[in-house]
T-cell receptor, first 114, second 111 residues
Framework: NAGVTQTPKFQVLKTGQSMTLQCAQD?????MYWYRQDPGMGLRLIYYSASEGTTDKGEVPNGYNVSRLNKREFSLRLESAAPSQTSVYFC?????????????FGAGSRLTVL | EDQVTQSPEALRLQEGESSSLNCSYTVSGLRGLFWYRQDPGKGPEFLFT???AGEEKEKERLKATLTKKESFLHITAPKPEDSATYLCAVRAPGNTGKLIFGQGTTLQVKP
């Protein structure tokens, strides 16, 4: 029962570098989400994918891009990292059609931009 | 605007000292209020979902209740292992499944 797997767990970047955070789920969920968590700010939605082939902006999408590669995988890309993107990133998945719509989260990816 | 506010930001209790965490929300048509627990360095873990005013759910020392404007997470006789950050969220309008989170309450239970 892997659930939601995120890689890498830790990453340090210099300003201007690019990187991709990977996320995969094995629960056959249709919807996937990327959140960031900062002290005192709670979890804020960056992008989400309601189903395979669709992506939409969340609350804080600037500086990010996403790709829903297939039903299992949803990646988050930083094209030109900035110190303001230092954060902990969480991927999650859910099945809204089930009614319960419980989001299952990964363990997180801690990103530091110098 | 859909919004979730949690209080207090931090709470320190002695083992066995019962208390409550508050979650106030504004959302157009509640389709679920969620409580999660988050341990340091880990992702949030699901605890409860509440759907309608008056509903209650329990798990061990935790009981969640819901009114039309807020939810409470009651912790009865807490133990040090209950120390964690507790997150409240509401489901956003529409069929996307998005959750809107509050800032969280960090609970520390001292032995």
């Amino acid at each position: 029962n892997a659930g939601v797997t995120q890689t890498p767990k830790f990453q340090v970047l210099k300003t201007g570098q690019s990187m991709t955070l990977q996320c995969a789920q094995d629960m056959n969920h249709n919807s996937m989400y990327w959140y960031r968590q900062d002290p005192g700010m709670g979890l804020r939605l960056i992008y989400y994918s309601a189903s395979e082939g669709t992506t939409d902006k969340g609350e804080v999408p600037n500086g990010y891009n996403v790709s829903r590669l297939n039903k299992r995988e949803f990646s988050l890309r930083l094209e030109s990292a900035a110190p303001s993107q230092t954060s902990v990133y969480f991927c999650a998945s859910s099945e809204p059609a089930s009614g319960a719509n419980v989001l299952t989260f990964g363990a997180g990816s801690r990103l530091t931009v110098l | 605007e859909d919004q979730v506010t949690q209080s207090p930001e931090a709470l320190r209790l002695q083992e066995g000292e019962s208390s409550s965490l508050n979650c106030s929300y504004t959302v157009s048509g509640l389709r679920g209020l969620f409580w999660y627990r988050q341990d340091p360095g880990k992702g949030p873990e699901f605890l409860f979902t509440l759907y309608s005013a008056g509903e209650e759910k329990e798990k061990e020392r935790l009981k969640a209740t819901l009114t039309k404007k807020e939810s409470f997470l009651h912790i009865t006789a807490p133990k040090p292992e209950d120390s964690a950050t507790y997150l409240c969220a509401v489901r956003a309008p529409g069929n996307t499944g998005k959750l809107i989170f509050g800032q969280g309450t960090t609970l520390q239970v001292k032995p």
